[in-house]
């Protein structure tokens, strides 16, 4: 009788510890609930969350930069200052000549037959 009443305090003992542990809802259902089936579902949500995380912060990162070159004072920061440009200009110059002096002889020619040219031609 003894042993008895150790098994049914023990038992008692063991069903406060899963009510505490599983609560209230391992007394509705007859199902038991595993542990380790509610924990790997929480671990595997965990991680694709931090995946996630990790991909949205490349794509932040991605758009800063974005931002950054569509910045029109970072435009002017990568662009040619004067002097190189002039160097350019400077470069071509034998170019320039030769096709200004054609182009004067295109507007000779067509005022000469009495055309009119294009408006940026003149």
Same mark, same amino acid.
């Given at each position: 009788?003894?042993? +008895?009443?150790?098994?049914?305090?023990?038992?008692?003992?063991? +069903?406060?510890?899963? %009510?505490? !542990?599983?609560?209230?809802?391992?007394?509705?259902?007859?199902?038991?609930?595993?542990?380790?089936?509610?924990?790997?579902? @929480? +671990?595997?949500?965990? !991680?694709?969350?931090? %995946?996630?995380? =990790?991909?949205? /912060? @490349?794509? #932040? /990162?991605? !758009? =800063?930069?974005?931002?950054?070159?569509?910045?029109?004072?970072?435009?002017?920061? @990568?662009?040619?200052?004067?002097?190189?440009?002039?160097? $350019?200009?400077?470069?071509?110059?034998? $170019?320039?000549?030769? #096709?200004?002096?054609?182009?004067?002889? !295109?507007? +000779? #020619?067509?005022?000469?037959?009495?055309?009119?040219? #294009?408006?940026?031609?003149?």
């Amino acid at each position: 009788m003894d042993r +008895q009443l150790e098994m049914d305090s023990l038992e008692m003992r063991l +069903q406060v510890l899963e %009510n505490r !542990i599983y609560g209230e809802k391992r007394s509705k259902s007859a199902k038991p609930i595993k542990c380790a089936e509610s924990l790997a579902k @929480i +671990q595997a949500g965990l !991680i694709n969350t931090g %995946n996630k995380r =990790e991909r949205v /912060k @490349i794509l #932040h /990162k991605k !758009i =800063e930069d974005l931002l950054k070159y569509l910045d029109p004072q970072f435009t002017d920061h @990568i662009t040619l200052p004067d002097a190189m440009k002039l160097e $350019f200009i400077l470069a071509e110059e034998a $170019f320039l000549f030769s #096709h200004a002096a054609l182009l004067e002889q !295109i507007q +000779q #020619h067509a005022a000469a037959a009495g055309q009119q040219l #294009h408006p940026r031609c003149s």
